[in-house]
């Protein structure tokens, strides 16, 4: 229903091994809402999504989306629930080409009509790749790749998609492109959230977020909240 958040997370604990690198994580995300985690190198964010995926190994506490509960789900079934996830580094299939890749994201929809149509609606948001679909993905550039890869987690049409550091490493002008086409998947009715090194650029897209400091949550709010935050502007804004 309306007022059930979509994706909900309380009392989260994950690590890896004997390391525990998430220490009581609340985080709630409702439907529509474009969510940003910002905070430094090694804070843990995207240990959150990998959990929400159930790629950490160790996790207790609640993880509940659309009302299932996902610690009772293998990672294969996440996708199938409506959750895409794009990892951080660009992950496309580089022998493969632009439109083999996107059409590999297909694969819990392989029976649906409409897969040219969905294939369709990511040429328009990134129509560099319409131009370059028969290209090897390998010989794409780094832009076009993450391109590609977000792309292929759109293929789909998850209700939730996570973003890990989809602008690392990646050219302003590549950059700004990239924002602008998650404004336009967020406009299209799909909810984000995103994960940032990047503050100044994940308040600008998103509407609201969370800080992550040593896995633990410091502080959340409206980004223009955050964006007015003394304490986030000293830290992560350089003013
Ligand atoms: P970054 O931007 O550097 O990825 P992050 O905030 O996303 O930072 P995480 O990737 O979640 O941070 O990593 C949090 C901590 O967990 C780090 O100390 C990292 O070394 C550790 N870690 C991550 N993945 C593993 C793994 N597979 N095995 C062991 N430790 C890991």
């Not at 009509?113 to 990134?126: A, P, Q, T, V, Y």
């Not at 490493?169 to 492109?177: F, N, Y």
């Not at 896995?215 to 980004?223: D, N, P, V």
């Given at each position: 229903s309306?007022s059930?958040?979509?994706?909900?997370?309380?009392g989260?604990n994950?690590?890896?091994?004997?390391?525990e690198?998430?220490?009581g994580?609340?985080?709630?995300?409702?439907e529509?809402?474009?969510?940003?985690?910002?905070?430094?190198?090694?804070a843990g964010?995207s240990t959150?999504?990998?959990?929400?995926?159930?790629?950490v190994?160790?996790?207790?506490?609640?993880l509940?989306f659309?009302g299932?509960?996902?610690?009772?789900?293998a990672?294969?079934d996440?996708?199938?629930?409506?959750i895409?996830?794009?990892?951080e580094?660009?992950?496309?299939?580089?022998?493969m080409?632009v439109?083999?890749?996107?059409m590999?994201?297909a694969?819990?929809a392989?029976?649906?009509?409409?897969?040219?149509?969905?294939m369709e609606?990511?040429f328009?948001?990134f129509?560099?790749?319409?131009?370059r679909r028969?290209?090897?993905?390998?010989t794409?550039s780094g832009?076009?790749?993450?391109?590609v890869?977000?792309g292929?987690?759109?293929?789909?049409?998850?209700?939730?998609l996570?973003?890990?550091e989809?602008?690392?490493?990646?050219a302003?002008?590549?950059?700004?492109?990239m924002h602008d086409a998650?404004?336009k998947i967020h406009?299209?009715?799909?909810?984000?959230l995103?994960v940032?090194q990047n503050?100044?650029?994940?308040l600008d897209?998103?509407t609201?977020?969370?800080v992550?400091?040593?896995?633990?949550?410091?502080?959340?709010?409206?980004?223009a909240?955050?964006?007015e935050?003394?304490a986030?502007?000293?830290?992560?804004?350089?003013?």
């Amino acid at each position: 229903s309306a007022s059930q958040p979509l994706l909900e997370i309380k009392g989260l604990n994950a690590g890896y091994g004997e390391i525990e690198v998430l220490h009581g994580i609340d985080l709630q995300m409702f439907e529509g809402e474009f969510v940003c985690i910002i905070g430094a190198n090694t804070a843990g964010k995207s240990t959150i999504l990998r959990a929400i995926s159930r790629l950490v190994p160790h996790v207790t506490g609640t993880l509940r989306f659309a009302g299932n509960d996902l610690s009772s789900r293998a990672s294969h079934d996440i996708p199938t629930l409506g959750i895409a996830h794009v990892p951080e580094g660009r992950h496309v299939f580089s022998d493969m080409m632009v439109e083999e890749n996107l059409m590999l994201g297909a694969f819990t929809a392989r029976h649906a009509k409409d897969l040219s149509s969905r294939m369709e609606g990511i040429f328009e948001l990134f129509p560099r790749l319409r131009e370059r679909r028969g290209q090897l993905a390998g010989t794409l550039s780094g832009g076009e790749q993450q391109m590609v890869a977000v792309g292929r987690a759109l293929m789909l049409q998850p209700k939730l998609l996570l973003l890990d550091e989809p602008s690392h490493g990646l050219a302003p002008k590549v950059v700004e492109e990239m924002h602008d086409a998650f404004t336009k998947i967020h406009s299209r009715g799909t909810s984000i959230l995103l994960v940032e090194q990047n503050v100044g650029l994940a308040l600008d897209v998103a509407t609201r977020g969370y800080v992550l400091e040593s896995g633990r949550i410091a502080l959340q709010g409206t980004s223009a909240e955050l964006n007015e935050n003394p304490a986030v502007r000293a830290a992560y804004l350089g003013i």
